[in-house]
């Protein structure tokens, strides 16, 4: 009799065991699915949060564009006849692009600047060449002008100097001579002031007069000064100057 009791209890024993242990297995299969479902459902909803980048287009359809040291005039061609959305009334006359070669220099230099700029002209915009950009307010074009954008793309002195600091050096004499001069032919206006995003958000958010589509870039054109825009590369040599 003890010992069918005991073969009992063992029995019910090793039953329990079982139950727990399928209870175990069943709790962490559960819980591995919780996990994958609420980490699919993170990842959908960190996609979806992310911020949207917007390109940032400096210039308006109102505009006087002056372009420096184009090369082949490229970015011209782009600007014209590829503009972005917010720039598609931008007339062409309103840009003007120089080139720091002669037009015969120019044509050498670059295989496809020849039909580039006959495109260019046909369009309307205003070609200068020869134009040394640290002498703008001595042109004979130019230094009766004011201009609202002044663009110089990936600027170098290309002097071909090997010795580093003698390089740099003269790259930011360049710059500087550029921005003195570029100064002279800029609009007149107070400085423009830089909203960041949060500020702009904040901005749209506050209660303010109703202003007519179009009228506030119009106003904002016309009270601030031009700006000089310098687009460099982060290599070197621009990230030593």
Known sequence: MGKKNSL????????????KKQHA????QAAQQKDK???????????????VATATVPFKPTHK???????????????????????????????????????????????????VV?????????????VDATKLEKHAVLKSRKFDRIVWNFPHAGKGITDQDRNILSNQMLLLGFLRSAAQI????????????????????????????????DLESAQTRGTVLITLRNVPPYTLW
């Open 8 to 19: 009992k209890s063992a029995l019910s024993s090793h039953q329990s065991r079982l139950q």
């Open 25 to 28: 297995v069943h709790a962490a």
């Open 37 to 51: 479902i609420t980490g699919q459902s993170s990842k959908r909803k960190s996609t979806h949060s992310a911020p």
């Open 65 to 115: 564009i002056l372009l420096i040291g184009e090369g082949n005039f490229s970015f011209a061609h782009a600007l014209v006849f590829d503009p972005p959305p917010t720039l598609q009334y931008l007339p062409a006359a309103s840009v003007t692009a120089t080139a720091y070669d002669t037009e015969e220099e120019c044509y050498t230099k670059y295989s496809s600047a020849k039909d």
């Open 118 to 130: 006959r495109n260019l002209r046909e369009k309307g915009v205003e070609i200068i060449f020869g």
């Open 186 to 217: 800029l609009s007149a206006g107070p400085v423009p002031v830089i909203h960041t995003q949060r500020q702009r958000k904040k901005a749209e958010d506050d209660d303010a007069p109703e202003v007519s589509e179009g009228e506030g870039e």
